[in-house]
């Protein structure tokens, strides 16, 4: 448990109430306004995962957790216990909370990733049906329903009848007398219904008089003939009262029945409007989780960019100065932290920004700082800042700094945080750096971490005589005389008084005596050798500026090189598309050419027309089709072996040579389960290389070339009509005609619902003699026809 005289000079109050500004609900910023940080790190790592869990769930959805409904029944609750009958307003109170408890635990149980939360919802009971019982009895109002019980109905009817009564009776007198009326109207004086008469006409309506106006001119009257009825009404409105406290007393007996029930539904409720407080204030701060890390296992404190988070809430809110944040990296051998520096340099901020950060960690607050933030769990976190100064008790400044370390000696752990300010300030010099010493060697015994604030140079030196100690100092603006408050590792600070004060006008005789008689040339090497650490040190981080500044500049160029690429990229495909697109085109043209002339030669088919056609066709390669001293040498001189893997370009398939090519250039190969004889022609190598055809012996006579093939065309002969046929029937037919088939084929299956296409397709897909088969020209019945070539 954290003593709350830290929790003090750390303001830690002062967080919570900025805390508390991000509740839902008046419990949660009760609560806010007391937190206190996690006495176990397994509690402080619970509250870390549930505010992780909320921030994570408002960041999915705008609205956050609702908490619409939820109010404090806790005072509705122990009366309750203390068997009081709870009003209306109190009852609808609990129903609207039970409403929204319910639709709080909705939110969670949609969250497929909220272990922590889940679990604690898990535990929340709502019962629907006192909820209902609530609805049904109460109005929105607060007040009992007529249905609530028929008795009651039964009461207010009679309690109409019997107004409606008097109302009518009032009237009639106050239209018999009209003369003696100030005004007809009927109002009320307590229970009762009343006449405003004129006090001049005070004996023309006897009655009873229940009040009088101010001027003393009109006179309330309740006369004779209603005082009977106004007296019934009463007895009614008792009998009323009555019945409302019974219906009150059963729905409050039933909220005692589920007492614990429901002040547990009051925690988990509170429990989670505390997470999001929360995850609220730690999205508002700019913070991130913190992870506790074991130092002993040799894990270094991270906290840089670090901010306090009060410091914040002044900037953005009281228009505060720029907060400057702090860098710690504290190294897992070191046990104590020495800091100088000038006066509001800010080296007490540092403490107190640090202990900030510790406390908000406990209690499961992210922490102002970048990523990562690695911070240890400390049991204890003692602080001795500012002055304790008090005439009452006769105490001096330096009497309330001991009283107070004598406290933190006697609570001290090996796993605490230690924060002392100005450390053995307020004495002789001499002997409170002497105690500062002491103590400061005995809390790197006994502590985990201490950090101290000092102006005694002796402290910088520990740091050379253990390695448990390290300097740092805030850093000091020696042109604009004033502190940047930025802390400086490694470095410790330099005395600045003589500097100051030569700088403001101090004759230099004086600061040359002084210098002097604070040890002369000795004192000014130290400061020497300090400054130009100082200076080697900002020469260091304008480097690394600069150094930063060109890593962006080259991750910039790298985007643009990469933009650009990419550019280049798409319009490299666009042309190929577009060159493809023009190849499409060129051979879509020359099939319809070529399906004309083969129209024209089954019209008539002669030997002019084969002749005429003949030429058409070669008049279309040439302009068609690119040239062949376009097309690119292939690679000769391949010669394939037996088990050599080639391609076979005209079928698609890779296959292996099984017997080498004989003297007419022919050979066996295998691709699957299939053999074949290929000629050496149309194989090729793996890398493209076209096969040297063996030499054949010289014959006598040469052989003439045979002609060229004439181009196909579709006669009653190769053409298959399957239309109406089912697949098997079909395969059969087509099996026949693929037997006898000596060049290209067309089978007609039309269109229809396509299962007689596909199963053709597949047919031809897998049959040996077929070595493609594609869609006829649209003259030919486009996609209703199916060209096959045999081979």
Known sequence: MIASETLDLLEWPRLCQHLATFASTKLGTVAARHWQPAASLEESQRLLAQTEEVYRLESRQTSGLPFDGIMDIGPSLERAERQG????????????????????????????????????????????????????????????????????????EKQRSQREEVRQTLFRIMQR??????????????????????????????????????????????????????????QLQRQEQAEEAVILGRLTAEIAEVLPTLERLLAIVTTLDLAAARARYSFWLGGNVPRFVQRTAGEVVTLRSLRHPLLVWQQQHEQGSAVVPIDLMIQPQLRVVAITGPNTGGK????????????????????????????????????????????????????????????????????????????GAGTDPTEGSALAIALLQ??????????????????????????????????????????TYRLLWGIPGRSNALTIARRLGLSDSVVAQAQQRVGGSAS??????????????????????????????????????????????????????????????????????????IKQLQRGPTAQGAQQATQNLNAIATRQLPSQQAAPKPKPGFQPQVGDRVRIPRLGQTAEVLTAPDEDGEMTVRFGLMKMTVALEDVESLQGEKPERPPKPPKAVAEMPPPP???????????????????????????????????????????????????????????????????????????????????
């Open 524 to 597: 000014e090497e130290v400061n020497q050798v300090i400054a130009g650490l100082e200076a080697q040190r900002r020469r260091q981080e304008d480097k690394a500026t600069e150094a930063a500044k060109i890593l962006v500049q080259a991750e910039q160029l790298h985007a643009e090189v990469a933009r650009k690429a990419g550019l280049l990229k798409q319009r490299e495909q666009a042309l190929q598309q577009e060159q493809e697109r023009a190849v499409q085109e060129a051979i879509a043209q020359a099939r319809r050419e070529i399906a004309q002339v």
């Open 85 to 156: 009958v709870l009003s209306g307003e109190e009852l609808l109170a609990i129903a609207t909370t039970l409403a929204g408890a319910r639709n709080l635990r909705r939110v969670i149980d949609d969250q497929a990733d909220m272990p922590v939360l889940t679990e604690l919802v898990s535990e929340l009971r709502t019962y629907p049906e006192i909820e209902q019982s609530i609805h049904f009895c109460i109005d929105d109002r607060g007040e009992v329903m007529d249905r609530a019980s028929p008795k009651l109905a039964e009461i207010r």
């Open 442 to 483: 005995t809390l790197a015994d006994a502590a985990q971490l201490t950090v101290a604030t000092t102006h005694f140079g002796e402290l910088k030196a520990l740091k050379y005589q253990d390695d448990r100690f390290e300097n740092a100092s805030v850093e000091f603006d020696d042109v604009s005389l004033s502190p």
């Open 709 to 791: 093939p004439a181009p196909a065309i579709r006669t009653s002969r190769n053409t298959v009509d399957v239309r109406g046929k089912r697949v098997a029937e079909a395969e059969t037919v087509l099996e026949g005609a693929i037997a006898e088939a000596d060049g290209p084929l067309w089978i007609i299956h039309g269109h229809g619902t396509g299962k007689l296409r596909q199963g053709i397709h597949a047919f031809l897909q897998q049959h040996p003699q077929v070595s493609r088969f594609e869609p006829a020209e649209q003259a030919d019945g486009g996609t209703g026809v199916t060209v096959v070539h045999v081979h």
């Open 348 to 423: 007490t901020v540092t403490l107190k920004t640090l202990g900030l950060a510790a406390l908000m960690a406990k209690a499961g607050l992210y922490v102002a700082a970048r990523e990562p933030v690695e911070i240890p769990w400390f049991d204890q976190i003692l602080a001795d800042i500012g002055d304790e100064q008090s005439l009452q008790q006769s105490l001096s400044t330096f009497s309330g700094h001991i009283r107070r370390i004598v406290r933190i000696l006697d609570r001290v752990t090996p796993d605490s945080l230690v924060l002392l300010d100005e450390v």
């Open 177 to 234: 007398q009209s003369q003696a009326m100030q005004e007809s109207v009927i109002t009320q004086r307590g229970d009762r219904f009343v006449i405003p008469v004129k006090a001049s006409h005070k004996d023309a309506i006897p009655g009873i008089v229940h009040d009088t106006s101010t001027s003393g001119a009109t006179l309330y009257v309740e006369p004779h003939t209603v005082v009977e009825r106004n007296n019934r009404l009463r």
